[in-house]
């Protein structure tokens, strides 16, 4: 599955990025092309308008006006040159004189090949009827400016050489093929780093799923058992069958507040709002919640105290704080053995409140601790204790809704430290 949509991920990026090659190679060839041709347009017209005046820079000038030591007419004063026509053109300009018949009487000492390709380039030229435009010849394109003579019948024929423009294409195509292979290296990289958090998003939820059917299963099946009991003994009294009711009852108790926290988790997965938000005193609340656990760390043995540093009140939902507290010190009572010692305490800071939850039990090894806030994560991984390893996971979520943080430090045979710091409201 994942293999696939790295593929699609890869094919869609790649034929997005040669897209816009495309596009900008095409425009830019366009561009370039309208540009050389313009700029040909008005060297050529320049040079047409000079040599039909009787002047011939740079070239070589069969005229009889030079021959008879004549002076030259001044050249046509054709105005400024635009601002884009302002630089020389890259590739050479070279004209020849035709008679009517597409005979040439001469040509420009810059010329790319003999008289017979050129006479060949006169009559292809002659046969379009146009004044301008471009002709392919011999594998390159030229730009022609065609005038009549003034001072013969024939024709003046400027040509430029445009195959700059088929460099371009290849030069293009050259980077293009670069571009594209750079791209599907950058693609494969990053269709490794965007579908790494999607498989691990999927890994967790069939993890997920396959914990929560155990432990659904695990009460149905107690369920289910303790009824078929019951039920082949049709006569006896309600009384007699009390144990197995009794574990029916405590099973379906157990089933209703695992279900109750899937739920939560589900609801916090999808972001809707878990939370009622109120003012409310965290000191009391904490006072409330270490007097009602001290008889049960008493009966187990545990030393219980609970320090409360001056009045911390915060914005949030107090039964859901309340819940937080109860799955930290329910933590601490199974994991303390007699003897050992369980401390609650609660400071009131500038901004925000900090509360920590301390026991001196059994402790949590280096290799589990990071993840003791992952859903359905055991240490013993034996479910002995009928815990199905949400707690800490709701915990962490409740925290982490209110805008806190949570955090575990704990080392083997020294105990574990649960640190909570959550935004304090405002005294006036």
């Known amino acids: 599955m994942f293999r696939k949509l790295r593929f699609q991920f890869i094919v869609t990026n790649l034929a997005i990025i040669a897209v816009l090659l495309a596009a900008i190679t095409t425009g830019a060839y366009f561009y370039l092309q309208n540009n050389m041709i313009k700029r040909a347009a008005f060297f050529s017209s320049q040079l047409s308008m000079n040599l039909n005046s009787g002047v011939f820079p740079g070239y070589r000038n069969p005229g009889s006006q030079l021959r008879r030591g004549r002076q030259l007419p001044p050249p046509a004063q054709l105005g400024p040159k635009p601002p884009e026509l302002e630089r020389e053109p890259e590739k050479p300009i070279f004209f020849i004189r035709t008679t009517p018949g597409g005979a040439i009487s001469f040509d420009s000492d810059r010329k790319p090949f003999a008289r017979i390709q050129l006479a060949k380039l006169a009559k292809q030229v002659l046969k379009l009827n146009k004044d301008s435009g471009v002709v392919h010849f011999s594998r390159t394109r030229y730009y022609f400016s065609k005038t009549a003579l003034t001072d013969a019948p024939g024709f003046l024929i400027v040509f430029q050489d445009l195959g700059g423009l088929d460099a371009i294409i290849r030069t293009g195509a050259a980077i293009g093929v670069i571009c594209l292979l750079l791209a599907l290296l950058g693609s494969l990289f990053m269709a490794r780093v965007a579908i790494a958090p999607i498989q691990k998003a999927w890994r967790q939820q069939r993890?997920?799923?396959?914990?929560?059917?155990?432990?659904?299963?695990?009460?149905?099946?107690?369920?289910?058992?303790?009824?078929?009991?019951?039920?082949?003994?049709?006569?006896?009294?309600?009384?007699?069958?009390?144990?197995?009711?009794?574990?029916?009852s405590g099973e379906i108790r157990r089933l209703a507040h695992l279900i109750d926290n899937l739920l939560f988790l589900a609801r916090a997965d999808s972001h809707q709002p878990l939370l009622e938000q109120q003012p409310f005193s965290l000191s009391q609340m904490a006072e409330r919640a270490a007097e009602a656990f001290q008889p049960l760390a008493a009966a187990q043995g545990i030393r219980f105290s609970a320090t409360i540093r001056g009045g911390a009140t915060i914005c949030g939902d107090e039964t859901r704080i309340r819940q937080v507290i109860d799955i930290l010190v329910e933590n601490a009572l199974r994991h303390t053995p007699p003897g050992g010692k369980i401390a609650l305490t609660l400071c009131a800071l500038e901004k925000r409140v900090c509360l920590k939850i301390a026991d001196t039990g059994e402790g949590i090894a280096p290799e589990h601790l990071p993840k003791i806030f992952d859903r359905f994560y055991q240490v013993d991984n034996s479910r002995s204790k009928g815990q199905a390893g949400l707690g800490l996971s709701i915990a962490k979520s409740i925290i982490e809704n209110h805008r806190g943080t949570i955090a575990a430090v704990s080392a083997l045979g020294s105990g574990t430290t649960f640190t909570i710091h959550l935004p304090a409201l405002p005294s006036d």
Request: glycine content about 0%; hydrophobic content about 45%; overall charge negative.
């Open 207 to 248: 993890d997920f799923i396959a914990d929560a059917s155990h432990e659904l299963r695990t009460p149905v099946t107690i369920i289910r058992t303790s009824l078929e009991v019951v039920l082949e003994n049709p006569q006896a009294t309600v009384e007699s069958q009390r144990e197995w009711l009794n574990i029916v």
